[in-house]
């Protein structure tokens, strides 16, 4: 069987079984802010299982797209080093939410592996939960009885598991309850009967591996630790589409698959290297490879782009460790992975199609990606012997080692005029074992990417050691900082009432309400609460909205409410206070005109979407926005620039559309009636089979959207651009205001035209009158350019009259009367060309500020050792409180104490 058709039988099994197919959600998570990418096949449902929201159907089936690089899941450094990890996989799963329980559950599990798939009933294996006594948790006998009926073998086939192997937990809180595994044993019979299976199970035995997991959802871990029962028992499952399909097409490895070899042959035509399937770092690069373009190319389809910080940083991280793996072991140097998105797309387009309907965009954003990391990754080498370089300088006299800015390969300057060479053979013969400092390995992991294991591999190269215990010290103080700036230390929720959070802000700004629970929380050092009401009118945060404010009025006491956000499907409203009263009624109202000026910002990015589909071509698509009272950010996709002219053209079209004063029509409907209509529908985001369309004149703009909008695009008064970037590669962002905004701005730039009409003497021709004074301006520039001129060659010819011969060696220091610390790097780069074997500084009181400047001859840096920029931080920068740097032969600083210069030029002095 094909991967298609492995995951067509599980799908077709279970809708046999009265379970509604539904789709994968996006692989990044929007509004949990637990979690940063779906991580479970489950992520989707965890409103069922918390009990927030109740399921339309009792039975659910599906392939959902999961990512674990992070967190409590982090697979990454596994991944590609063995045969089965994956940052992406396919997560099969079925669920049953208050319906069937452990019998069925088990039963079709069974019959699916062996009935449909065939697979060898004696070389499947079931854990089953042991208990555990600590924790007043009874073993798992259901399950244990059930087996016992179905596997041939119970007494070899069943394995105990304690609560680590066998009880599942959704976090640190939440729902959770003891699972039932199904293990595989896919050696050869000679090994089978030398080793029996079961000894093997959880052992991390590379062919003894778990293909399915029943979990059975029966408690809630509450903040305290403590369990109890939940009111409904429930089914979540998972089996991982790549092992079971590397079961049913007899591979030893996931990578040897259909799932994976496609790739993996792409890369062996594109690199002329071959895959072997062993453990060599070249086979290893195939894996990182194959693997890694998945998780990258669906996450950026789903909406999250590359970037240094958050979600978009553990993307970056992902796509820099296959750069890599390509650069070091495959001997690969320019981008890779770009051509390998449409390979990917066009496999998945019948399970996935939003990567192929994005697979230009994709393949661009890569493409971008790989650019700026490949030059990166050139710096950070050439960082790396310039560390070693500082540390052991070639011991002679006449010979000493400097960094290749080309190559970053260390050389030897011989002093003698020839050209300069290089001797590995000899450096690693004249160093001998010397070790990398661990913070520094740190560096070059955090900024320029380096994986320890390719520090490990450099320095060997030249016979040095990394100390790795100062490299993990470093990274976990790392870890340790970010952990505690994002933690959000939260309660248990205090239930006030049974009930269901219900949003009522499309039609009223105010209502009467009631409490259903609330809970403490703390972050940053702050503490706040978190409240859930029955209805409210707050809108909470979401599709680039932000969360309303507002007050609740909650016994007579008026609480400010400071945001609104999604977790999953609850509307949380964050506090700074609560009542010690927080029973009866709880009047909650809108900031009513905040949230009018944040509407008609709303408004305006649905016509701004049209126009720039209009202007630029239908490639154009929504990327990322930000709606506030303030203004509009819009990020959507494209390859240029948007010109001048264009921009006048969108702007114009939003304004037409404007006075047009079109009704804004807002429906509910099926899903696929909103696509036929044409709506527009983000990528990333997830849809009910009911949504919610917003037509701003059929023929311009029609949208999937839970916003608020205008009833008629007339109040939104003006539209006007502020400003057009770049935001990553093959994306750009439009940011624009409209209503009173838009008339403050345009008040202010008239305002600002006629303070420079006052300031130029109120000329006819305003523009005309800037272009004289730029004129003027640069003559004068140039004039004044002149006369420095010829005031540095008089200084340059008094301060060669002052030349000092110190052991061989000119030296010149003085303080110099000048008028930019420009002048001072001139002055140096001039007595360059007068003087041969040279060290110069030269100091200026400009302002009441210091400033130096420390000039070398490459004979002085060679045969002395020095270096101008370790100077300037080393000597001048204590002395004048300040800083600065530069080159070896060239560096200059500045400063707060102009009293110390004179010493400044003694201390560089002594060095002779």
């Given at each position: 069987m094909t991967s298609a058709d492995i995951r067509k039988a599980f799908l077709e099994f279970f809708r046999s079984k009265g379970h509604e197919i539904v789709p994968s959600a996006p692989i990044v998570v929007k509004n949990d802010p637990t979690?940063?990418?779906?991580?479970?096949?489950?992520?989707?449902?965890?409103?069922?299982?918390?009990?927030?929201?109740?399921?339309?159907?009792?039975?659910?089936?599906?392939?959902?797209?999961?990512?674990?690089?992070?967190?409590?899941?982090?697979?990454?450094?596994?991944?590609?080093?063995?045969?089965?990890?994956?940052?992406?996989?396919?997560?099969?799963?079925?669920?049953?939410?208050?319906?069937?329980?452990?019998?069925?559950?088990?039963?079709?599990?069974?019959?699916?592996?062996?009935?449909?798939?065939?697979?060898?009933?004696?070389?499947?294996?079931?854990?089953?939960?042991?208990?555990?006594?600590?924790?007043?948790?009874?073993?798992?006998?259901?399950?244990?009885?059930?087996?016992?009926?179905?596997?041939?073998?119970?007494?070899?086939?069943?394995?105990?598991?304690?609560?680590?192997?066998?009880?599942?937990?959704?976090?640190?809180?939440?729902?959770?309850?003891?699972?039932?595994?199904?293990?595989?044993?896919?050696?050869?019979?000679?090994?089978?009967?030398?080793?029996?299976?079961?000894?093997?199970?959880?052992?991390?035995?590379?062919?003894?591996?778990?293909?399915?997991?029943?979990?059975?959802?029966?408690?809630?871990?509450?903040?305290?630790?403590?369990?109890?029962?939940?009111?409904?028992?429930?089914?979540?499952?998972?089996?991982?589409?790549?092992?079971?399909?590397?079961?049913?097409?007899?591979?030893?490895?996931?990578?040897?698959?259909?799932?994976?070899?496609?790739?993996?042959?792409?890369?062996?035509?594109?690199?002329?290297?071959?895959?072997?399937?062993?453990?060599?770092?070249?086979?290893?690069?195939?894996?990182?490879?194959?693997?890694?373009?998945?998780?990258?190319?669906?996450?950026?389809?789903?909406?999250?782009?590359?970037?240094?910080?958050?979600?978009?940083?553990?993307?970056?991280?992902?796509?820099?460790?296959?750069?890599?793996?390509?650069?070091?072991?495959?001997?690969?140097?320019?981008?890779?992975l770009t051509q390998l998105v449409p390979v990917l797309a066009a496999q998945f387009a019948d399970v996935f199609p939003e990567l192929q309907q994005q697979v230009d965009f994709v393949s661009k954003v890569v493409r971008e990606e790989e650019d700026a990391f490949l030059r990166t990754l050139d710096k950070g080498i050439n960082r790396f012997f310039n560390y070693i370089n500082t540390i052991k300088r070639y011991p002679t006299s006449s010979e000493v080692w400097v960094g290749n800015e080309t190559s970053g390969i260390p050389i030897i300057h011989t002093g003698d005029g020839q050209q300069p060479s290089f001797d590995l053979e000899n450096f690693k013969k004249v160093s001998g074992t010397n070790i990398i400092n661990g913070e520094f390995a740190f560096e070059l992991y955090d900024t320029y990417g380096f994986p320890i294991d390719l520090t490990i591999l450099m320095a060997k190269e030249v016979d040095w050691t990394v100390d790795l215990e100062g490299f993990n010290k470093a990274l976990q103080q790392q870890k340790d900082r970010s952990r505690a700036a994002t933690t959000v230390d939260a309660g248990d929720w205090v239930e006030c009432k049974i009930g269901s959070n219900r949003f009522v802000g499309y039609d009223s700004l105010e209502t009467k309400t009631s409490l259903l629970k609330y809970r403490k929380v703390k972050a940053k050092g702050k503490e706040g609460y978190q409240l859930v009401l029955e209805e409210t009118p707050f809108y909470a945060e979401s599709g680039g909205q932000v969360g309303d404010k507002g007050w609740l009025t909650i016994n007579g006491t008026d609480v400010a409410v400071t945001d609104t956000k999604k977790d999953n499907d609850l509307i949380i409203h964050f506090?700074?206070?609560?009542?010690?009263?927080?029973?009866?009624?709880?009047?909650?109202?809108?900031?009513?005109?905040?949230?009018?000026?944040?509407?008609?910002?709303?408004?305006?990015?649905?016509?701004?979407?049209?126009?720039?589909?209009?202007?630029?071509?239908?490639?154009?698509?929504?990327?990322?926005?930000?709606?506030?009272?303030?203004?509009?950010?819009?990020?959507?996709?494209?390859?240029?620039?948007?010109?001048?002219?264009?921009?006048?053209?969108?702007?114009?079209?939003?304004?037409?559309?404007?006075?047009?004063?079109?009704?804004?029509?807002?429906?509910?409907?099926?899903?696929?009636?909103?696509?036929?209509?044409?709506?527009?529908?983000?990528?990333?985001?997830?849809?009910?089979?009911?949504?919610?369309?917003?037509?701003?004149?059929?023929?311009?703009?029609?949208?999937?959207?839970?916003?608020?909008?205008?009833?008629?695009?007339?109040?939104?008064?003006?539209?006007?651009?502020?400003?057009?970037?770049?935001?990553?590669?093959?994306?750009?962002?439009?940011?624009?205001?409209?209503?009173?905004?838009?008339?403050?701005?345009?008040?202010?730039?008239?305002?600002?035209?006629?303070?420079?009409?006052?300031?130029?003497?109120?000329?006819?021709?305003?523009?005309?009158?800037?272009?004289?004074?730029?004129a003027e301006n640069s003559d004068l520039r140039k004039h004044a350019e002149a006369l420095e001129a010829r005031q540095l060659v008089g200084i340059r010819n008094e301060l060669l009259q002052k030349d000092e011969i110190i052991n061989s060696i000119n030296f010149i220091g003085d303080i110099v009367e000048v008028g930019s610390a420009d002048a001072l790097k001139k002055l140096c780069l001039d007595l360059k060309n007068h003087l041969r074997d040279h060290l110069v500084v030269l100091g200026a009181n400009i302002g009441g500020k210091p400033y130096v400047a420390v000039g070398l001859s490459e004979t002085v840096v060679a045969a002395k050792g020095l270096d101008a920029g370790k100077i300037i931080k080393e000597k001048v920068a204590p002395l004048i409180k300040g800083g600065g740097g530069g080159q070896k032969t060239l560096a200059t600083a500045g400063g707060q104490e102009a009293g110390g210069l004179n010493a400044v030029i003694e201390a560089v002095k002594s060095l002779l």
């Open positions: 979690l940063m990418f779906t991580n479970a096949g489950m992520n989707q449902f965890k409103d069922y299982f918390l009990g927030n929201k109740s399921a339309p159907w009792k039975r659910v089936a599906d392939t959902q797209k999961c990512l674990r690089v992070s967190g409590k899941h982090n697979d990454l450094e596994e991944v590609g080093v063995d045969t089965y990890h994956h940052t992406m996989f396919e997560m099969l799963g079925n669920w049953s939410f208050g319906d069937y329980f452990k019998d069925e559950a088990i039963d079709w599990s069974w019959e699916l592996l062996t009935e449909v798939y065939k697979i060898d009933k004696s070389r499947l294996y079931a854990t089953v939960f042991e208990g555990d006594e600590k924790e007043k948790l009874p073993a798992s006998k259901v399950a244990l009885e059930k087996w016992k009926k179905i596997l041939p073998d119970p007494f070899h086939q069943i394995v105990f598991g304690n609560k680590k192997d066998n009880f599942w937990e959704m976090g640190d809180t939440g729902p959770c309850g003891p699972c039932s595994e199904i293990h595989v044993d896919l050696r050869s019979d000679e090994e089978r009967a030398r080793v029996p299976g079961h000894m093997l199970v959880n052992k991390d035995h590379p062919q003894v591996i778990e293909i399915w997991n029943n979990v059975f959802i029966q408690y809630n871990r509450k903040k305290d630790g403590s369990l109890e029962p939940l009111p409904a028992c429930h089914v979540d499952t998972g089996m991982g589409l790549e092992r079971l399909v590397r079961v049913l097409q007899g591979k030893t490895s996931n990578y040897d698959t259909d799932i994976f070899s496609g790739t993996i042959g792409v890369t062996e035509k594109i690199t002329g290297k071959k895959y072997d399937a062993g453990d060599s770092k070249q086979a290893v690069a195939f894996r990182v490879i194959a693997d890694h373009i998945r998780a990258i190319s669906f996450t950026i389809a789903d909406g999250q782009l590359p970037s240094n910080t958050g979600a978009g940083y553990v993307i970056r991280r992902i796509l820099r460790r296959a750069v890599r793996y390509y650069f070091s072991y495959l001997d690969y140097k320019q981008p890779l506090t700074e206070v609560l009542p010690d009263d927080v029973s009866g009624e709880v009047t909650a109202k809108v900031d009513a005109a905040r949230r009018k000026e944040t509407t008609l910002h709303h408004s305006a990015t649905h016509l701004l979407h049209a126009a720039l589909r209009k202007v630029l071509g239908t490639h154009v698509a929504q990327k990322g926005s930000l709606v506030n009272e303030e203004r509009l950010r819009f990020d959507f996709s494209h390859f240029a620039k948007v010109t001048d002219e264009e921009m006048a053209r969108i702007e114009a079209i939003v304004n037409e559309k404007i006075r047009e004063n079109i009704p804004v029509v807002i429906k509910s409907m099926p899903k696929e009636e909103a696509m036929q209509l044409g709506a527009m529908a983000l990528f990333g985001e997830k849809y009910g089979d009911t949504v919610r369309v917003v037509i701003i004149d059929p023929a311009y703009s029609v949208e999937l959207c839970g916003g608020t909008h205008v009833g008629y695009t007339g109040e939104l008064g003006l539209f006007k651009i502020l400003s057009e970037s770049a935001v990553a590669a093959g994306v750009r962002r439009v940011e624009a205001v409209c209503g009173l905004q838009a008339e403050a701005y345009i008040n202010s730039q008239l305002q600002l035209i006629s303070q420079l009409r006052e300031t130029l003497k109120n000329p006819k021709d305003l523009q005309k009158a800037i272009e004289n004074l730029q």
